[in-house]
C-alpha cells in the first residue's frame, strides 16, 4: 500500500506565501505523478497543478505564475510553493498521486488534505 502526508498548510494573510509538502511512502516501484487539487465550501474540487515525475508541470489558470509545484524525487516527495496569496486560495488542499507499486499497477491515491486559509 501506499500512504501520502501531506504538511504545510495553515493561515496567511493575502499577499503572503505558504510551502505545502506531500510525501508518498510504503510499496513504490514508481511513482508516475503527483499534484495538488483543492475544494473550497461549497465549491467542487478542482487541480492546482501536478508534476510528470521527472518531466512537465501543468497549472490552473487562477495560479500560474503564483504557485510553483517541484519534486524531490530522493525523498519521494511533492511541494506546492504558493506566493501572492488570495483569498479566493483559501481552500481544503489535498495531495493526488499515481503511483505504480511493487505488487500492483498504476493506482491513484488521496491525501486527506490540509487548510489554506487567506484572510486580514
Known amino acids: 500500500q501506499v500512504q501520502l502526508a501531506e504538511s504545510g498548510g495553515g493561515w496567511v494573510q493575502p499577499g503572503g506565501s505558504l510551502r505545502l509538502s506531500c510525501a508518498a511512502s510504503?510499496?513504490?516501484?514508481?511513482?508516475?505523478?503527483m499534484g495538488w487539487y483543492r475544494q473550497a465550501p461549497g465549491r467542487e474540487r478542482e487541480l492546482v497543478a501536478t508534476?510528470?515525475?521527472?518531466?512537465?508541470?501543468y497549472y490552473a489558470d487562477s495560479v500560474k505564475g503564483r504557485f510553483t509545484i517541484s519534486e524531490d524525487n530522493a525523498k519521494n516527495t511533492v511541494y506546492l510553493q504558493m506566493s501572492s496569496l488570495k483569498p479566493e486560495d483559501t481552500a481544503v488542499y489535498y495531495c493526488?498521486?499515481?503511483?505504480?507499486?511493487?505488487?500492483?499497477?498504476?493506482?491513484?491515491?488521496w491525501g486527506h488534505g490540509t487548510q489554506v486559509s487567506v484572510s486580514s
Open positions: 508534476i510528470i515525475w521527472g518531466g512537465s508541470t
Open positions: 510504503g510499496s513504490i516501484y514508481r511513482i508516475n505523478r
Open positions: 493526488n498521486a499515481d503511483i505504480t507499486g511493487w505488487d500492483i499497477g498504476p493506482n491513484d491515491y
